[in-house]
Each structure stands twice: as structure tokens, then as C-alpha cells.
């Protein structure tokens, strides 16, 4: 596999915000195709949301995998990064 240098410059909070970990970093951008996901409010006065993923992405996650997220506010937006064991 090719690999490629790069070079990242980012806020320094978000340096921070990494505790030190490195590796397994990912590059992400919302420029590229996205898949397109809903998300459901229930509850009373609607206090309770979901994501609801593509059923495809659903198919290859098993019920009890561990999962991790992780959440950016970038002012106007919300990311969120979820991590999903197979």
C-alpha cells in the first residue's frame, strides 16, 4: 500500500483534546459523499433522539459491539464520529 506525508495544523484545543493518543488517526472531511442518516425524536416533548443508520451499516454490527463516540462542536455544526467494533 502507498502512503502518503502529511501535514496537519490544527486549533490547539483540539491537540489537547486527544490526551496524547497519535495513532489510528483518521482524515476527515464533510466535503466528501456522506451517507445519509435520520434522526427520530420520542419522548415526551420530543427530549429524546436517535441516529438512525443505513440498514446496510446496521447489518455488519453485531448487538452487543463495544462502541465509542466522539463529538465536535464546530459552532454551526455538530460532528459526530462513532466507532463500532464488527
Known amino acids: 500500500m502507498a502512503k ?3 501535514k496537519v495544523l490544527m486549533r490547539y484545543e483540539d491537540f489537547l483534546s486527544l490526551g496524547g493518543h497519535q495513532t489510528n ?3 476527515f472531511s464533510e466535503d ?3 451517507r445519509r442518516v435520520r434522526i427520530r425524536h420520542s419522548g415526551r416533548k420530543g427530549e429524546t433522539r436517535y441516529v438512525l443508520l443505513p440498514r446496510d451499516v446496521t447489518s455488519q454490527m ?3 459491539s ?3 463516540a466522539q463529538v465536535r462542536d464546530l459552532g454551526d455544526k455538530l460532528v459526530v464520529f462513532l466507532v463500532v467494533e464488527k
Open 62 to 64: 453485531r448487538a452487543n
Open 25 to 27: 488517526m483518521h482524515l
Open 66 to 68: 463495544r462502541a465509542a
Open 32 to 34: 466528501t459523499e456522506a
Open 4 to 6: 502518503v506525508e502529511v
